[in-house]
């Protein structure tokens, strides 16, 4: 019970830190100069509006396996 509780908070946790990260990497990197700036670009792409939101999300899957 304990273990399953541990790894649950683990998934939460990532699912609210991989998008600050992903952010963050993006303004540290150039690619974007502001937090609106990066939140505009992942609505407003070339792509499929679900596939840029989940953009925001590329990487959590490492994550896990690594905090897990």
Known sequence: LIGTASALSVVVS??????LDNIKTQIQAGSATSLCAVLRDSVR???????RL???????GL??????
């Open 14 to 19: 990532a699912s609210v830190r991989a998008p």
């Open 45 to 51: 792409g070339p792509t499929m509006r679900a596939r």
């Open 54 to 60: 989940l953009s925001l999300y590329r990487g959590v």
């Open 63 to 68: 994550t896990l396996m690594h905090d897990v």
